[in-house]
Each structure stands twice: as structure tokens, then as C-alpha cells.
């Protein structure tokens, strides 16, 4: 929860509160500020840098994954971790993974965006898909068993899924685009199933490092809205 | 039973079925209504027999209960929470807290149920040592607020004095107290400083946080003047569950199990919840099902995140009838605060027959060190907070910086106001016991402030007992 710093505007003036000489061109969403556009790229990327930081997401030298589906969250992060990676000298190898789950006119689409992005940032692709891997497309899924639990199925392949491709690539720890509104909808989620177990642990920013391949999610503390704007503005 | 049949209900206070009920998974559907006789010759195929007493039938949404099984069902669970956790013992003095709702009004009918029972024992034994609790019932009038028109709360008014006056003997004390008397005895200018302060909130939910607040200072203001030792609230299940989610989206999650378990004692009255294990839509359908008066006029409208949450929560629930039973689950397995206790008793009464001394409890209350409680909400901070705390104090100016600071986080962002000039009024227009709740615990409690940072202060130099 951020405390609104309560900054004095001017009357009738909307100059961005934090440069004070552009003109103010956006609202925050997370704080409310009125800021121009160069001064939140700049927010919103030093928060990111602020929040690998402080919570010591990674080391130098590391190779990450970055899960990649093609959808806003991971595009943004692939962009920003490139761009922080260059910027701050964090000395990491960032490859993009990407699960093709074999849904037609869905993840196909997606997919382009994905080495679109492979070829825009210069991040080495992997794509690997449940056919492969399993020997079962979501489609095919489906059809056996329609459309209720379907979810649960596609969930628990993607995540072996990616340790595979993680283990495949011989990454240090697979990074995902979860943000601030994915991990509320989670805690909400896992009160109403009463389920204590997860509860207790889906908040923490890195899950799984007794395991094969840590995760972390360099976006906790980004709001969803956020990562919608930035590319836009 | 409460309006005076020893079977089924007359055809006049029961309502056809399915009338606004929704009707949980689990229910046997009967299609006839009550006027219909039960005796076995008279059976028909449609009828279903409650499983518990095997002879009266099932009412819809009960869970396969007849009408008295399913009274006697709520009952117990009242009667177990009171009797499992000490709720109430023979020498206190309980206020019960009355909204008008159907769940204060169960409270209201069942704890003088218990005290009914208990002055007869005391009557019939010989040696009439017996002590009988005494109860009164308190309503907070929030007129000032609402937008209820004044013939509605006249009205609503004398159905609550005859209400309290039909349920005696023993009698019950009644106060009806206006929520703005707690800024000032002057009701005219404790109404204008009540609203000028929720003016000063901008936020829906903060100000109807902030005015719950208010009303549980009135509370226990009526309490307190009037020497009672426990408040007894009507919160069901549904409520806690509410009360659970919301807490979980304002950032109050440090606090949460302070709120939800059968006893909260941080207030000099402690509060006690003994419908806790009711859902709401059991305690709506025995009010209907016993003509229990329940004054709806008052309902106000909730806005907010409170609102969203309470609706959200009555479509989950309509899925899936198990979904707030889940929820307070999930909250209970939180550790309680040493204050979700009552305190031992010194010395058990002598004079008491052996089956009336309480049972020792665990701790001595004494060595448990204090939480530090929020001024506004009385929720106890985190010891993290506590130390950004320390840091504000030092070279302070204002009187409200140190109150703001005394706040917890979920207050400071949801109802202290941002701009200078509001901080300062709403400071002004607190009621007395918040403000003195802060200045007591900071300027005259700067030793226990002390011990709870000691750790990290540096040049420690002298003791801090």
C-alpha cells in the first residue's frame, strides 16, 4: 500500500510532480500521481530494478528463463529484464521459453508475438509443446474431457513444462510475468478454497528453491494497469 | 417457541415456501404448506419427514429439519459456544448489542432463553445462592447519518421497546443512545462534528469503517457507564467471512484473527460472539419460521468494498452453500492474540457451588506483554510498524502527526485524510478516547515503547523499565 505523498499542485497548472517542468501526460495507477510519460517509463522501470534488488532476485552470471506466452505480462517483461540487464550490468544470459499448448487459433497467434519479441530484443527462443512433450495437444485434451477441469489439466502440464524447457536450456531460475493483480487474485482464491497449504506460500516473490528450478516474479508489486500503459504511452 | 404454537406454525406467520429463500443443494423439497397436518394417516408421497425427530416435515432450506429441530439446532451451537468458551458466566452483567437485524435479534431471544433457564433453577433451588447474569440491551441510533425518514425510526423505536419489554421476566435494561453522544452531550453539536468528520474522509469505505469504529466507542461507552462487563455481538458467520475477505483486500491481514474468534477482550468490555458458527441465512430463516420482529427499516445501505464483498460473498454462496464455512476456516487457522482470551479469575468465588468456579485458564494474563492497538480501530500493529512509529516521533510537531502515526497502516491509507488542512480538522473533530487512546500510549507509555525498540536502538545508554 503506498501512502500518497499528498505533493502540492499548483492550481490550474498540470505539470508532472515528479520532473515539474513536462507536462503532465498520464495518471499513475498506483499511486495517483500525474506524471509525463518519460518520467513513468522511468518509475515504473526503477521500481522493476528496485524490486530484483532489495529482494536479491538474481546473481551475475545467471542464466534466466523468461516465460514467454505472448501476452502483455511477459512481453513487458522480457522488454524491461533486457533493458534493466543492459542498463544496470546485472551480467545475465536471458533466454525466452514458450509452452505451445496446442490450442488452435489461440497460443498459434501468440506465438508470432513471441519471436517477433525473440527477434526485437535479441533473446534466444525455445518453444516447446505438449505434443512433444506429453503427446497430447489441449485440443485433443478437451475433446476426452471437456470443458470443466480442462483448466486444471493445462495448468499442471505447463508447469512441469517449463522445468522441462528450464532443464533443457540449463537455466538457473525461470522468471514469469505474474504481477500484483494475478498474486491478489490468488491470495482471494486460495481463501476461498480454504486451501491453508498454498495460501501460505503464494505471495513469496521466489517458489521452489528446494526444487529443480526456482521461479521468481519480478512483477509482485506491479500493477496490472501498469503494464498495460506502459508499452502504449 | 416464540409465537406461541408447540407444533407447526399457523398458516399467518409462515410464509409459503420459496419465498426469497434460495434453496440450498442439500434440501428435501416439500411442496406442502404448513397448514396441512402432520399425523400419519394423512401422509402424503410428497412429504418428507425431518431426520432428527421423525415426525414433523421438513422445511424448505433447513437442511431436512422441521421447524422445532431446526430452532433446537441453532440453539445448540449458541449454547455450546457459550458454554465451550466461558462466553457468560453466572455473575456478569451482559449488553447486547441490537441492530435491528436478524442476527442480533436471535442473539436477543436466545441469551434470554439461557438467562430465563437460569433465574428458574435459581428460584427453585434451596439455598437460592445461585447468581443469575443480568442483560441489557443497547441500540445505537445512527438517524444522523442514515437516510431514514423520523416516523420510520419512531416506529422502529417503539417495535424495539416492546420487544425488550416482551422478553421478561427478567427484565432488560434498554438504551437507546445516539451514535453523535460520544463526540459531546450537546446532541446537536456532537451531530455536526459526526458529520463534519466523515466529510473529512474521501473514501466510501473508510468512512463507513470509520463510523463501524465510532459505534463500537458508543458501545462501549454505554457499557462502561452502565457497569456491564461483556458485549454481546450478533456476528454470524457470514459476517465473519464478509469480514475476512475485506480485511484480506485492505491490507489488514496482521490484525485479521484479532476480529473473528469468540472473545476479543482489548476493550475495557470485552466483546463475545456466541453466533459465530451460524450462517446468516440460518438465522433469517428462524426469524421468519418464529415470527421473530426484526426492524429491517434500518438497514442501511453498505457502499464500498464492504458492499462489493457482501455481494460477492452471497454469490458464492448461492453455488456453493459450504463457500463461508470455508472462509472462517481458513481465517481460523491464523493464531489468535493473547487477548482472544479472558482474563483469570483471582480468587474463585467461594460462595459459588463447586459446578459454577471457572475453570483456571492456561496463563496468567499479567505476564503476556501488550500489542500496540491502532487508535482508530484498535488493531494491533506490527512490531515493523511499530519501529517506523519510533522514528516519526522523534521531532515531531503536530498533534496530528503523532496521532497519524499511532495508526495502523489499513487506517493511515483508508480513512486519514491526504491534505494538510483536512488532518488537522479531522484530528480536531475525534472524540475524546482516540485521541487520548494515542497521547496515553506514546507520551505516557514511553517506557513500554521503549522496550518494544530497544532492540534497535543504538546508543542505549541508560535502563528502560
Redesign the interface.
Known amino acids: 500500500?503506498e501512502?500518497?505523498e499528498?505533493k502540492q499542485k499548483k492550481p490550474g497548472s498540470r505539470l508532472c510532480s515528479i520532473c515539474t517542468h513536462k507536462k503532465a501526460a498520464l495518471k499513475r495507477p498506483k499511486t495517483l500521481e500525474q506524471i509525463c510519460r518519460e518520467c513513468f517509463f522511468e518509475v515504473f522501470e526503477e521500481e522493476i530494478h528496485k524490486v530484483v534488488v532489495d529482494n536479491q532476485l538474481f546473481k551475475s552470471g545467471e542464466r534466466i528463463a523468461i516465460g514467454a506466452s505472448g501476452g502483455k505480462d511477459s512481453t513487458v517483461l522480457a522488454y524491461v529484464l533486457s533493458e534493466l540487464n543492459r542498463r544496470h550490468n546485472y551480467g545475465l544470459d536471458l533466454f525466452l521459453l514458450s509452452i505451445d499448448e496446442g490450442i488452435t487459433g489461440y497460443r498459434d497467434d501468440s506465438l508470432e508475438t513471441v519471436k517477433r519479441n525473440e527477434i526485437e530484443y535479441g533473446l534466444p527462443l525455445k518453444v516447446l509443446s505438449y505434443k512433444d512433450l506429453y503427446g497430447w495437444t489441449m485440443d485433443e485434451i478437451v475433446k476426452m474431457i471437456g470443458l470443466k477441469n480442462n483448466c486444471t489439466f493445462c495448468g499442471v502440464f505447463r508447469r512441469q513444462a517449463l522445468d522441462r524447457g528450464a532443464a533443457l536450456l540449463k537455466v538457473d531460475k525461470v522468471a514469469t510475468g505474474h504481477n500484483a493483480d494475478d498474486i491478489?487474485e490468488t491470495?482471494?482464491l486460495?481463501?476461498?478454497?480454504?486451501?491453508?497449504a498454498r495460501?501460505g506460500r503464494c505471495t513469496s516473490i521466489i517458489t521452489g528453491e528446494d526444487g529443480p528450478i526456482p521461479r521468481c516474479k519480478p512483477f509482485k508489486y506491479t500493477y496490472e494497469k501498469e503494464i498495460v500503459i506502459y508499452p502504449l504511452s | 417457541m416464540a409465537c406461541g404454537t408447540t407444533g407447526t406454525c399457523g398458516s399467518g406467520c409462515y410464509k409459503d415456501s420459496n419465498d426469497g429463500i434460495e434453496d440450498s443443494t442439500i434440501t428435501i423439497t416439500t411442496t406442502n404448506t404448513m397448514s396441512t397436518p402432520s399425523s400419519t394417516t394423512l401422509l402424503s408421497q410428497h412429504m418428507k419427514l425431518c431426520y432428527k425427530c421423525k415426525e414433523e416435515e421438513v422445511i424448505n432450506s433447513t437442511g431436512g429439519l422441521c421447524g422445532i429441530c431446526f430452532r433446537n439446532s441453532l440453539f445448540a451451537k449458541f449454547k455450546q459456544s457459550i458454554t465451550t468458551h466461558d462466553l457468560i458466566s453466572p455473575t456478569d452483567n451482559v449488553l447486547i448489542a441490537f441492530s435491528g437485524g436478524p442476527s442480533s435479534r436471535v442473539v436477543l431471544e436466545f441469551v434470554h432463553e439461557i438467562q430465563q433457564k437460569a433465574q428458574k433453577n435459581s428460584d427453585a433451588s434451596r439455598d437460592k445462592l445461585y447468581p443469575v447474569f443480568g442483560v441489557g440491551v443497547a441500540f445505537i441510533d445512527e438517524s444522523v447519518v442514515t437516510s431514514i425518514a423520523s416516523h420510520d425510526l419512531d416506529n422502529a423505536i417503539q417495535d424495539l421497546r416492546l420487544i425488550v419489554s416482551s422478553l421478561a421476566p427478567p427484565t432488560k435494561e434498554l438504551h437507546i443512545v445516539p451514535i453523535q453522544s460520544i463526540f459531546s452531550t450537546d446532541l446537536k453539536d456532537g451531530r455536526n462534528k459526526l458529520n463534519e468528520l466523515l466529510d473529512t474522509v474521501s473514501d466510501a469505505t473508510g468512512k463507513e469503517d470509520l463510523l463501524c469504529h465510532l459505534r463500537m466507542q458508543c458501545l462501549q461507552k454505554i457499557a462502561f457507564e452502565n457497569k456491564y462487563n461483556k458485549l454481546v455481538l450478533g456476528s454470524c458467520t457470514s459476517r465473519i467471512a464478509c469480514h475476512v475477505l475485506s480485511a484480506a483486500v485492505k491490507g489488514q491481514g496482521y490484525s485479521l484473527p484479532a476480529d473473528i474468534q469468540y472473545i476479543d477482550a482489548r476493550w475495557e468490555t470485552p466483546v463475545v460472539l456466541p453466533l459465530r458458527d451460524c450462517l446468516a441465512q440460518e438465522l433469517n430463516m428462524l426469524c421468519r419460521l418464529n415470527c421473530l420482529k426484526t426492524l429491517d427499516v434500518l438497514d442501511a445501505p453498505r457502499s464500498g468494498i464492504n458492499d462489493l464483498v457482501s455481494k460477492f460473498l452471497t454469490t458464492l454462496q448461492e453455488e456453493n452453500p459450504a463457500r463461508e464455512r470455508t472462509i472462517v476456516r481458513t481465517a481460523e487457522k491464523l493464531i489468535p492474540f493473547h487477548f482472544n482470551r479472558l482474563k483469570e479469575m483471582k480468587d474463585p468465588d467461594e460462595t459459588l457451588p463447586r459446578r459454577h468456579r471457572r475453570k483456571a485458564n492456561l496463563q496468567p494474563y499479567e505476564s503476556v506483554p501488550s500489542e500496540f492497538l491502532c487508535s482508530i480501530c484498535c488493531s494491533p500493529v506490527k512490531k515493523l510498524d511499530v519501529e517506523c512509529l519510533s522514528n516519526k516521533l522523534e521531532g515531531c510537531e503536530t498533534n496530528f502527526t503523532i496521532f497519524g502515526a499511532s495508526c495502523c497502516p489499513s487506517c493511515q491509507f483508508q480513512i486519514l485524510p491526504k491534505d494538510l488542512s483536512s488532518r488537522e480538522q479531522f484530528y480536531s473533530l475525534l472524540p475524546r478516547p482516540m485521541t487520548t487512546r494515542a497521547s496515553d500510549f506514546i507520551s505516557g507509555d514511553q517506557t513500554w515503547l521503549r522496550e518494544q525498540i530497544k532492540d534497535c536502538l543504538l546508543s542505549d545508554s541508560e535502563d528502560g523499565i
Open positions: 500500500m501512502d500518497i499528498g491478489a491470495v482471494l486460495n481463501i476461498l478454497r480454504g486451501d491453508i495460501l
